[in-house]
T-cell receptor
């Protein structure tokens, strides 16, 4: 049962344009959402996060939007740069009574920025 | 180094053997996590330590998998009687406190042949 879904395995965007990566979740107990970026042969790197009590968080070129009613979040990157080419993972924290620290990850979206 | 360090970076082992994977978290980080990432998938939670104790081990797939963190710093993930399906990248992460963002190591690629 995939509780966090990234339905687009890949995305190509022209340099300078906006990249929009989407993520859907099913567990309403998730209380915090994160985006990680991963280059080959490296571990995931934290990018940006948002609490479930907010609907937007912005950090430089990166903005995350959360729509709780739709159980949907998105990451916007603008303007896109060649160095943004990587696999992006959406992750959600909480979601169980066991303890709320574990992260549940989506399957990732490979973003390619075309120069 | 300042980041999370995992050793070895690659491990090839024969089916049925025992393996240990090591994680050195960022100094002072009390929380430590193990995840496993199979090809084409996102990282999958295995176990979470707060200090020396396993606060959540609900992700360990079966009793062949065990992890320790005896002094609240370095952690070792132990896999007994390895199977080909255990082949994956094993990721370790640490964070400074509950609720803080986790920093990942580069992972150990385990291949069971």
């Amino acid at each position: 049962d995939q509780q966090v879904k990234q339905n687009s395995p890949s995305l190509s965007v022209q340099e300078g344009r906006i990249s929009i990566l989407n993520c859907d979740y099913t567990n309403s107990m998730f209380d915090y959402f994160l985006w990680y970026k991963k280059y080959p042969a490296e571990g995931p790197t934290f990018l940006i996060s948002i609490s479930s009590i907010k609907d937007k968080n912005e950090d430089g070129r990166f903005t995350v939007f959360l729509n709780k009613s739709a159980k949907h979040l998105s990451l916007h990157i603008v303007p896109s740069q060649p160095g943004d080419s990587a696999v992006y993972f959406c992750a959600a924290r909480g979601g169980s009574n066991f303890g709320n620290e574990k992260l549940t990850f989506g399957t990732g979206t490979r973003l390619t920025i075309i120069p | 180094g300042a980041g999370v360090s995992q050793t070895p970076s690659n491990k090839v082992t024969e089916k049925g053997k025992y393996v240990e994977l090591r994680c050195d978290p960022i100094s002072g980080h009390t929380a430590l996590y193990w995840y496993r990432q199979s090809l084409g998938q996102g990282p999958e939670f295995l176990i979470y330590f707060q200090g020396t104790g396993a606060a959540d081990d609900s992700g360990l797939p079966n009793d062949r998998f065990f992890a320790v963190r005896p002094e609240g710093s370095v952690s070792t993930l132990k896999i007994q009687r390895t199977e080909r399906g255990d082949s994956a990248v094993y990721l370790c992460a640490s964070s400074s406190q509950q609720g803080a963002e986790a920093f990942f190591g580069q992972g150990t690629r385990l291949t069971v042949v």
